[in-house]
């Protein structure tokens, strides 16, 4: 979806690259600022459910163990608005893309409550300070490196398609192992899409955009950082929670 911009630096000392540096600094201020509004958004919620046993019943009904309607949507919707807001980039309007980001980071929020019923609540916020931790460093490094990672990006989403795939098999064969194996990998898929997204983010960033399209790519830079996150974090709780 995103262009690459294979200008490269400018040298040092052009006045150029004063600018472009501060644009890109903008830009990508703005997207964690966004991603930052949409984590609260998630974490608020996840508590609110998990905390409120009427809210959390509304998704699923413990006696049962089913899925109600609006559990299914729940766990189905956020692709959906993933989709759409891919696809309808070009159409939507700066405001729809935002609602429908703020919406994604509410039902992800709803989905995610399970996690502070199955797991120790300790556990939950040792794996996200890693998690944090992690994902600042590979930020960092994907912003101040001048090596060029794409194709290191290419090589990790064919590692992510191999997790998805191995996901789906181990659906079926319910193998530990396996579901060991694709945690790590899990981890180390997102630690490096978390540099090489953030990288391309700047390049984005550093090409003159009007306004528009500087506040959707914006918000679709947050959601891409997002869900490098939310991803990091749920591959380390497997590995490191401990379930109560």
Do not use: C, H
């Amino acid at each position: 979806m995103f262009e690459q911009n294979n200008r490269g630096f400018f040298a040092a000392g052009n006045p150029a690259q004063t600018t472009t540096g501060v644009v890109a600094k903008t830009f990508m201020a703005s997207v964690f600022l966004w991603m930052t509004l949409a984590m609260v958004i998630t974490a608020v919620t996840a508590y609110w459910f998990a905390s409120d046993q009427a809210l959390i019943g509304s998704l699923v009904n413990f006696e049962t163990g089913k899925m109600s309607g609006l559990g299914w949507f729940v766990m189905l919707a956020p692709l959906g608005f993933v989709l759409l807001m891919s696809f309808g980039y070009q159409k939507l309007s700066p405001a729809i893309m935002t609602l429908l980001f703020l919406a994604f980071s509410v039902l992800i929020g709803m989905s995610l409550s399970f996690i502070l019923i199955v797991y120790t609540a300790a556990s939950v916020y040792k794996t996200f300070a890693i998690t944090a931790g992690m994902f600042g460093i590979m930020a960092v490094t994907g912003y101040t490196t001048k090596t060029d990672l794409t194709k290191f990006g290419s090589i990790m989403f064919m590692g992510l398609i191999g997790v998805v795939l191995a996901m789906v098999v181990n659906f079926f064969l319910k193998s530990s192992t396996l579901e060991y194996l694709i945690s790590v990998i899990g981890v180390l898929v997102f630690t490096g899409l978390t540099a090489y997204d953030v990288q391309k983010l700047k390049r984005i960033g550093s090409q003159p955009l009007d306004a528009v399209n500087t506040r959707k790519l914006a918000i679709m830079g947050a959601l891409t950082l997002y869900l490098d996150f939310i991803n990091l974090f749920l591959f380390l709780l497997r590995l490191l929670g401990d379930r109560k």
